[in-house]
């Protein structure tokens, strides 16, 4: 038991010298989180703005003018061009210059005065211009997102037109936005990305760690000794816990700092969870180590699995909004069970008995994958 | 197997064979290995050494034959095996990314060998091999030689009764090949027993005993002096003008089985069905030379007579 003990601390000690000197493993482990971090909580933003639209204004009027810029001020789009008639303006469309067309009709201040929103229609008038829509939008819909953000723009108030205090009526609904009340992408990212950069490197780690062995010739040197299987693949994760723990105090650490994501849950939970997260990984790199035999199909192996976990862990799109096959695969994944307990913790500050299933499941999913992997892994070169 | 097997045996194999597809890299192999002695196995680039090793340690399961070592049943007792037995590496296999210190007290670790009798043994070894000035390079920076005194090191760390080392001097210069040997003798002296493959004659003549092998089959075996005399070859070397043609006349002969030039010398092998090699020369051959002499076979002529059958 003793010297079990010894031998996994042995390789744990040798697996962290190599790292050390290993400077370009080393970058990756500070540089995959930095600049993954910069880039999800940066670039990648769900609320579309300044999209380019181009307005072609058949009304030239005074109140087709308040109207473009009443449009614009929502940033939503910025009118780039003008055109005078529809073909040219499709023209644009077409070769994506633009991503959308406001065509003003010539009896634009008729339909406004008409506009049931600004309460001039009289209640028993059965014309049928009343309720039209005083313009038209022709959209690029090939990107969902930029068409749902023009969308957005339907029902828009049109109070300012006629600067005239709003008649507004009351909204059916009123809605209170929880745990993310301004709406900032950064903070359900944020947590996320500890789930995908966790996946990417932790797989790709251990994977490549013990493959590494076997290109290197050292596995021939270490099966000949007593060292057993299960011990090899202890001492060959547990190095990489630290780590990935060190990842995950860069990723919310600065997520903190930069994006302002809280830490509503408990870092005891936090640190729980993400531990459990992965010691998952890791199973799962030992078990493609013991499938692939060289560093690319390991790296192979683990996009593989990192692919369906950005894609369908909730990372990017809500899990429920899934076709439920996809909902199967996802179950199947870590990084959705992950995902959903980080989520949890950090944001809404869940109890520990809600987290159950999914703690449940990674624990399993752990225990099963060394299981596995030391049963795959045979101390002979057959 | 016979359970009762002579106790100065160390390895037994018996009918050992081994097929990688329809390649038959070893082929009912039959081997009695005497306690400490250095044995050898002989024979070129892919004649199944490395696999044969590979099997005696465990490392390969043979596909039929079974196989005794310290008395061992191999594959089944090999975990049992691996607490005895050193083995080193044709290729080089410690971390080339670790000093020559942390790669032995990573194998001591590994043995269960900590504390200062890790140290004790660490700084033996450490002299022994003359790698004191260097236990803090990197592994992967030294030269052939050193590397190879490490890897030994590494293998005799945990005083194995059996050492097994493949191809150790592959890639050592003569004169540390020579002081390697000294070293094996050393460890044979201490009571270690030694298998060792090689493609060198010259190593192959320091071996107690050896094995000839070719396309996994084995040849001959025996002390190189054994083997030296029961040649079924006679060695004559003529000393004459114009070899080259003489030598395009003689390897026509069916029973001339080569012959080669030794500067201003052919070397010639002739089958020992032929009693009288000097007549039969001179009657197959106009040579004007009154210098031709039967001289002492060489354990490269053993080889060669073994090993030829095939080449014609
Ligand atoms: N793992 C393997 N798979 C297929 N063929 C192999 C394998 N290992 C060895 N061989 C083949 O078996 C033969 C003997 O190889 P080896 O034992 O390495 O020879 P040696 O060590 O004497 O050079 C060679 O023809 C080699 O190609
Ligand atoms: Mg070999």
């Known amino acids: ?382 | 197997m016979n359970r009762d097997s002579a106790p100065d045996l160390i390895i037994q194999a018996k009918q050992l064979s081994r097929n990688f597809g329809d390649l038959k890299a070893i082929d009912k192999l039959d081997l009695n290995i005497d306690k400490n002695r250095i044995y050898g196995f002989l024979g070129p680039n892919g004649c199944g050494k490395t696999t044969a090793i590979r099997m005696l340690t465990g490392l390969l399961k043979p596909t039929s034959g079974e196989i005794r070592v310290l008395g061992l049943t191999l594959p089944q007792d090999a975990e049992k095996l691996r607490l005895k037995m050193g083995y080193m590496t044709q290729k080089f296999s410690l971390y080339d990314d670790l000093t020559v210190k942390e790669n032995l007290q990573f194998i001591a670790k590994i043995y269960g060998i900590f504390g200062a009798t890790q140290n004790k043994r660490i700084n033996e070894l450490l002299s022994t091999y003359g790698l004191n000035q260097k236990q803090q390079q990197l592994a992967g920076s030294m030269s052939g030689g050193q590397r190879q005194r490490l890897a030994l090191a590494a293998a005799t760390l945990h005083k194995p009764e059996l050492l097994f080392l493949d191809e150790p001097t592959s890639a050592v210069d003569p004169e540390n090949r020579r002081d390697f040997w000294e070293q094996l003798f050393d460890l044979c002296q201490q009571g270690t027993s030694i298998l060792v493959s090689t493609h060198y004659m010259d190593e192959a003549e320091r071996c107690h005993k050896l094995a000839i092998l070719e396309d996994g089959i084995k040849r001959a075996d025996g002390s190189p002096e054994q083997l030296m005399n029961n040649i079924a070859a006679h060695v004559v070397e003529i000393e004459a003008e114009g070899l080259r043609h003489l030598k395009q006349q003689l390897i026509q002969l069916p029973e001339v089985v080569t012959a080669a030039q030794l500067g201003a010398r052919l070397r010639v092998l002739i089958k020992s069905s032929v009693t009288n090699p000097i007549d039969f020369l001179q009657h197959h051959t106009e040579i004007v030379t009154n210098k031709i002499s039967i001289v002492r076979p060489s354990l490269e002529d053993v080889f060669i007579t073994c090993t030829g059958s095939r080449r014609q």
Request: with cysteine; proline share 5%; hydrophobic share 50%.
């Open chain 1, 1 to 382: 038991m003793i010297t079990s003990l010894y031998r996994i601390q042995a390789i744990c000690f040798k697996e962290l010298m190599q790292l050390k000197r290993d400077k370009m493993t080393f970058a990756m482990v500070i540089m995959i989180p930095l600049v993954q971090l910069v880039l999800f909580g940066y670039a990648i933003n769900t609320n579309v703005r300044h999209i380019p639209v181009a307005v072609v204004d058949h009304s030239q009027s005074a109140l087709s003018r308040v109207l473009v810029q009443t449009v614009a001020a929502t940033q939503v789009v910025t009118f780039s061009h003008h055109f005078d008639d529809i073909k040219s303006a499709q023209e644009a469309l077409e070769q994506a210059q633009i991503r959308a067309i406001l065509i003003i009709p010539q009896d634009l201040s008729q339909r406004v005065v008409r506009h049931a929103s600004l309460g001039f229609a009289l209640p028993d008038s059965s014309d049928e211009q009343t309720g039209r829509p005083i313009a038209q939008w022709l959209v690029d819909g090939s990107d969902t997102m930029v068409a749902g953000a023009i969308k957005g723009l339907r029902n828009m108030p049109l109070a300012e037109l006629l600067s005239k205090p709003a008649n507004r009526s009351t909204p059916t609904f009123e809605v209170t936005l929880f745990y993310n009340p301004e709406q900032r992408s950064a903070v359900n990212i944020v947590p996320g990305l500890v789930g995908i950069i966790l996946t990417m490197t932790m797989i790709m780690f251990t994977s490549a760690a013990i493959v590494r062995e076997r290109e290197h010739g050292n596995m021939e040197m270490l099966i000949t000794t007593p060292i057993r299987s299960i011990e090899l693949m202890l001492g060959k994760i547990i190095p990489y816990i630290f780590i990935g723990l060190l990842q995950v105090a860069i990723i919310l650490g600065l997520g903190y700092l930069v994006f302002n994501v809280p830490i509503n849950g408990g870092l005891w939970a936090l640190f729980c969870i993400t531990l459990l997260f992965i010691a998952a990984s890791l199973a799962l790199g030992l078990v493609i180590s013991t499938i692939a035999t060289n560093q690319l199909q390991s790296m192979q192996m683990t996009i593989f699995v990192l692919l369906p976990s950005i894609l369908l862990s909730g990372f990017m799109f809500p899990y429920e909004g899934m076709p439920e096959i996809a909902q199967y695969i996802a179950e199947a994944l870590p990084a959705t069970h992950f995902m959903r307990l980080v989520r949890g913790v950090i944001l809404r500050d869940v109890c520990f008995t809600d987290m159950l299933p999914d703690v449940y499941w990674l624990s399993a999913f752990t225990f099963a994958g060394i299981l596995l992997a030391s049963f795959r892994f045979k101390k002979t070169l057959d």
